[in-house]
């Protein structure tokens, strides 16, 4: 994968590639139905067999410009079932055509659809891995100006947080990391904002007013470039009143848990964010009905 992405220039052969990996190496989870819908932007259910209560939002990771609910529908469905839940992930509108803040919008819309379905907010969570991750928390940020209600609780795996890319191990492991080439950054970030402030909260959620944010369990692995992104971003919210917690792993892959079946740690890390989840979606329904009562 890094000498793909080391050298791509054209999007749409790149968003081919990854389809074609995801067909090829991501087996869909067993006993799970796969459904289309319109929930404020076209969407993919992934809903196992088993019961479950409320819904996980997700937003599938590539940049920006790649990636689709289908290439991340094994992982979405992996987690969502370890929490509980079933998962909605929005095809969000990708750049170069659809810059910035189109995915953050379609992000809100899909949240929208879903309290106006009558999903109450300590039923639903959020999950997402690299630029998905960080669109993730850029969604979580925006609630409260938005005037939303924010869920029971969020799930990253390596969260891009930081389109300046100030963190320390963006530089110390640049000749580490197994999958992300470093020289390429600042090209996806051009495709991506197309001008627009890196600093702006929507597209840094590291920068934006963080105030009383949802319990978050963060993943990154410790030869990865965005490691610090995601250590930053769990004292960040921290410091703003959440309980948030950055899980550091060892020599892994970015984003690692979309390995399903091929990195023997990701099935653990998953089954480690679906119990995070599961614990943070009863806590919050049991604290809203002692406080309704």
Do not use: K
């Not at 081919?16 to 289309?36: I, K």
């Not at 659809?113 to 669109?135: N, P, Q």
């Not at 998953?270 to 406080?291: I, K, P, Y």
């Amino acid at each position: 994968v890094r000498p793909m992405l080391a050298r791509q220039t054209d999007p749409q052969a790149a968003r081919e590639s990854f389809l074609r990996g995801a067909r090829l190496f991501l087996a869909d989870p067993p006993g799970h139905h796969f459904r289309h819908d319109h929930v404020g932007v076209p969407s993919l259910w992934a809903e196992p067999d088993a019961d479950t209560a409320g819904v996980m939002l997700y937003l599938h990771g590539g940049a920006f410009v790649m990636g689709s609910p289908r290439t991340h529908r094994a992982l979405a469905g992996t987690l969502a079932e370890a929490a509980g839940q079933r998962a909605l992930l929005p095809d969000y509108r990708l750049a170069p055509e659809h810059p910035f803040p189109a995915a953050l919008e379609d992000a809100l819309a899909a949240y929208r659809a879903l309290l106006d379905r009558g999903h109450a907010a300590e039923t639903l969570t959020l999950a997402g891995d690299s630029a998905g991750g960080g669109l993730a928390l850029a969604l979580l940020a925006e609630m409260p100006a938005r005037g939303l209600p924010q869920p029971a609780a969020v799930v990253c795996f390596s969260p891009l947080v930081d389109l300046t890319f100030s963190g320390a191990s963006f530089r110390e492991n640049a000749g580490r990391d197994a999958m992300l080439p470093a020289e390429r950054a600042a090209f996806m970030r051009q495709l991506w904002l197309q001008g627009a402030d890196p600093q702006d909260p929507r597209a840094s959620p590291l920068f934006a007013g963080w105030s009383a944010p949802p319990p978050a369990l963060l993943f990154a692995s410790e030869t990865e470039l965005l490691r610090d992104d995601a250590l930053r971003m769990a004292a960040r919210m921290r410091a703003a009143g959440g309980q948030a917690e950055a899980r550091i792993a060892g020599d892994l892959p970015h984003a690692w848990p979309a390995f399903l079946g091929w990195i023997p740690e990701a099935r653990g890390t998953v089954a480690e964010a679906g119990a995070f989840l599961a614990r943070c979606l009863q806590a919050r329904t049991a604290w809203g009905a002692a406080t309704s009562r």
